[in-house]
């Protein structure tokens, strides 16, 4: 069976025992924070359990390393929507030491792009159309010096409401620990 299959033939016994409603809630963050965070698979339930978050709780934003690379991007855009639409009025990002963006080249991915079949003319199109490819899969050096960047575009973002505490943090994804980066006043 594959990991679809599994999952599907599960999901018909989750919902036909009911087992979803230990987790009725709304769509409105019962703590008021937004956070991002990173997609590694050691945070899936250790950061949820560690920060004592419960479903309905937080609107928690993922991404590869919690980063924020363009101030106009998707993941800016999730930050402000909950901040003006989803009643969050706090924002955190936490990045996590250990993260798989840390040091994080672009080249081997090209590489590995090109021999699994991308046509090699299309890094010509896009280098022609302005994209930067290289900085696009490019990581960070520095955990908790990415997540000052972060929480540094948030803070300065025209569409932030005034006196919105941002905050930044480093969680340990063994420990579950929490390292302040950044706290808000
Ligand atoms: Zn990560």
């Known amino acids: 069976m594959s990991v679809m299959d599994s999952i ?8 036909k025992n009911k087992e979803y409603e230990r987790y009725e809630t ?5 703590k008021k924070m937004v956070i991002l965070t990173c997609m590694d698979t050691r945070l899936l339930e250790l950061l949820p359990r560690a920060m004592d978050l419960n479903n309905g709780d937080a ?17 800016m855009r999730s930050i402000i929507v909950a901040l ?3 009643q969050a009025d706090e924002v955190a990002v936490i990045g996590h030491y250990g993260c798989g963006m840390t040091g994080l080249k672009s080249e081997p991915i090209i590489e590995k792009a090109l021999e699994q079949g991308m046509d090699p003319s299309s890094l ?4 022609y159309a302005g994209v930067d490819v290289e900085k696009w899969l490019q990581g960070f050096e520095d955990v908790e010096e990415n997540v000052r960047n972060s929480v540094d575009i948030i803070r300065r973002h025209p569409f932030l409401p005034a006196n ?5 943090l480093a ?3 063994e420990t579950g620990e929490l390292t302040v980066v950044e706290k808000a006043e």
Do not use: C, M, R
């Not at 599907?8 to 919902?15: C, G, P």
């Not at 609107?59 to 390393?65: C, E, F, L, Q, T």
């Not at 919105?164 to 930044?168: E, L, M």
């Open 59 to 75: 609107k928690i934003i993922k991404n590869a390393g919690a980063i924020i690379s363009d101030p106009f991007g998707n993941t």
């Open 171 to 173: 969680i340990s994804p």
């Open 124 to 127: 010509d199109d896009l280098n």
């Open 26 to 30: 709304t769509k409105f963050p019962d």
């Open 84 to 86: 003006y639409e989803l």
């Open 8 to 15: 599907l033939a599960y999901n018909k016994q989750f919902v």
């Open 164 to 168: 919105t505490p941002v905050h930044g």
